[in-house]
């Protein structure tokens, strides 16, 4: 809705002509593309070079010039298609483009002026943190220039020290988000102790958070890393942390999520592979360490079979094999895993030794499920999650496919390949599955009430689906017994995924791992600037079901319309609008061997 906030200036007839250019630029700025209006790409690249905030930086000591560096390095391919402004050429006005503020804490009325116009006129703003706290003057300003532009809130803690739940500086994405697709959901980023503290946002709008290293569930209203926003012809996005941060990337993950931000920015539609099948956003395991008090298996079953999901138990062998009927019975709804023989970790023991322990687990679990079941048990837990590139090397012998790892595995909230035997293909590696979610170990030791630990695994709910992420809700059977804390908080978190079994995919261990096998026999390259065709291969031996790519906006609720087969024969996907900037194309047939192509209308 407009309001007379959203006017350039005051009086009816300032108002009247400000509507009128605006309408004019609209028309020359957009297609019409059917039922809806999509914007031409943005071509040019700005990057704003602040005069007066250079000289403040230099003032106190630091180089804003150092901050503006990051960025010419990342825009020098883009040639003649980027350019350095200066205050005059802000003010003078610019063509439609992206503008980027890095950093540029200094602004005067006219250059604010001048970027709010900009905005207004169809182009898009990339704002990094503490652009505008400051008057032309060097005054504190505070954040009102960019909540405005961004229509976000500043937390209240923004300037203050690091300390407690707000020393996070690892940067957590989203995956799959139509801003963050090309890094891995939930990535772990470190952000360096830089002397620009990180400003943390509230944004109905967030494509990623910041967390500490062990991704604790900190409250929602004082973590928002990165806010974006689309207003008429306008893409905005906020980084909340500064460019200093970049020299802490070791694995150089800022410069793919930059590449994201900018397709995006720019209004180019981006295709990729989706994490998930079936247009699922995110997937759970939900797992019991089965130990002692075994018979408290039961209970936890009977909780997810209430809510007709399926769940994985991972079996201490010597205990297993004292309750073969139990186990039998808990394998009709559940799958059975090794936990291991005994419980004692496995890393740091020589090669044979974990030989000789891990054959008497899979004998002792010969012993609970009997030869023809045998073959089926395929997934592990370690003990204490101890384990090492030997004990992998050898499950992977014994038939194990999956195992599931403690939180320091990965520095992201997805499957991955193990590299403990490098020259295997990933079609024969073991496929490992992090726990990055608290478990029941965790939330004991944090000696909370009932109440407050329900609100710690239901904000991880959050986190974890937000992210597109694998959750994996761990918990061990001694603590399952009546009276517990797990039994008091389990049950409502299972509900809750019951509740939303149309975005996040409940499932088994193995059943996870056939996915993430069957999804990397699709190769996929995506390439801007194409994003009506999509092209990809399947790999022997096919069989891959619910393959799904995500599609990006040229603008709001401007999704694909329809898909077309190039290919002979090809199966005619699903197209399912996901929200106002994303379309699941969702592959619900078994896709076989082969080359597929396909164009999309918008």
Not at 96 to 121: M, Q, T, Y
Not at 163 to 181: M, Q
């Amino acid at each position: 809705m407009l309001s007379m906030d959203n006017f350039p200036g005051a009086g009816f007839w300032h108002w009247l002509r400000w509507a009128i250019s605006t309408c004019l630029l609209s028309v020359t700025a957009w297609i019409d593309v059917g039922h809806a209006a999509v914007p031409q790409p943005l071509d040019l690249v700005y990057l704003y070079s602040s005069p007066i905030t250079s000289a403040f930086f230099s003032a106190n000591g630091t180089s804003y010039d150092g901050l503006k560096q990051r960025w010419r390095e990342y825009f020098r391919p883009y040639g003649r298609a980027f350019r350095e402004v200066s205050h005059g050429d802000l003010v003078a006005g610019l063509k439609p483009g992206v503008l980027v503020l890095g950093s540029a804490a200094l602004l005067d009325e006219p250059e604010r002026k001048a970027i709010r116009l900009f905005a207004e006129k169809g182009g898009s703003v990339l704002v990094t943190w503490g652009t505008g706290v400051r008057d032309a003057r060097g005054h504190w300003a505070g954040y009102g220039f960019i909540e405005d532009l961004l229509q976000m809130k500043v937390s209240s803690d923004a300037t203050d020290q690091d300390k407690g739940e707000n020393s996070a500086r690892f940067l957590n994405t989203f995956g799959d988000g139509p801003l963050t697709w090309a890094i891995p959901a939930g990535e772990r980023i470190f952000l360096g102790q830089v002397a620009e503290t990180p400003i943390r946002v509230e944004s109905p709008r967030l494509a990623a958070r910041y967390f500490g290293w062990e991704r604790y569930p900190a409250p929602k209203n004082g973590n928002g890393a990165i806010a974006f926003l689309e207003q008429g012809a306008s893409r905005r996005v906020y980084f909340g942390f500064s460019e200093s941060s970049w020299e802490y990337d070791e694995r150089i993950q800022l410069p793919n999520l930059v590449d994201a931000v900018m397709a995006w920015l720019k209004h180019e539609t981006s295709i990729y592979k989706a994490a998930w099948p079936n247009g699922i956003l995110s997937a759970q395991l939900l797992e019991m360490d089965s130990e002692e008090k075994y018979l408290n298996a039961l209970d936890f079953s009977r909780d997810i079979e209430s809510a007709n999901l399926r769940g994985t138990f991972y079996s201490l062998t010597s205990v297993a094999r004292q309750h073969p009927d139990l186990v039998h019975k808990l394998s009709e709804k559940h799958e059975i895993g090794y936990h291991g023989e005994v419980h004692v970790g496995y890393k740091g023991k020589t090669a044979d030794e974990q030989r000789k322990r891990l054959n008497v687990m899979v004998s002792e679990m010969q012993d609970a499920v009997g030869s023809l079941a045998l073959p089926r048990v395929t997934g592990f837990r370690a003990p204490t999650e101890s384990w090492d590139v030997n004990t992998e090397k050898t499950l992977r012998k014994l038939g194990v496919r999956h195992n599931v790892t403690g939180p320091s595995a990965s520095e992201g909230r997805l499957p991955f390949f193990s590299e403990s035997e490098p020259a295997l293909k990933p079609a024969d590696a073991i496929v490992g599955l992090p726990r990055t979610q608290m478990d029941d170990l965790n939330l004991l030791g944090l000696r909370v009430s009932t109440d407050k630990a329900s609100e710690l695994i239901m904000l991880d709910f959050d986190y974890l689906r937000e992210a597109g992420a694998l959750g994996v809700l761990s918990i061990h059977s001694q603590n399952y017994s009546t009276g517990d804390l797990m039994t008091k908080i389990t049950p409502p978190y299972i509900k809750r995924l019951q509740q939303r079994t149309d975005d996040v995919w409940t499932a088994t261990g193995t059943e996870i791992t056939d996915w993430w096998q069957a999804r990397e026999r699709v190769v996929y390259r995506p390439v801007r600037g194409t994003g009506n065709r999509l092209s990809f291969e399947v790999r022997d031996p096919g069989k891959v079901k619910g393959l799904t790519f995500f599609v990006t906006h040229p603008a709001l609720g401007a999704g694909p319309r329809s898909i077309a087969a190039v290919t002979p024969n090809a199966p005619l996907p699903e197209l399912k609008r996901i929200d106002a900037f994303r379309t699941a194309v969702i592959f619900k047939q078994e896709l076989n061997a082969g080359s597929y192509a396909y164009s999309l209308d918008f």
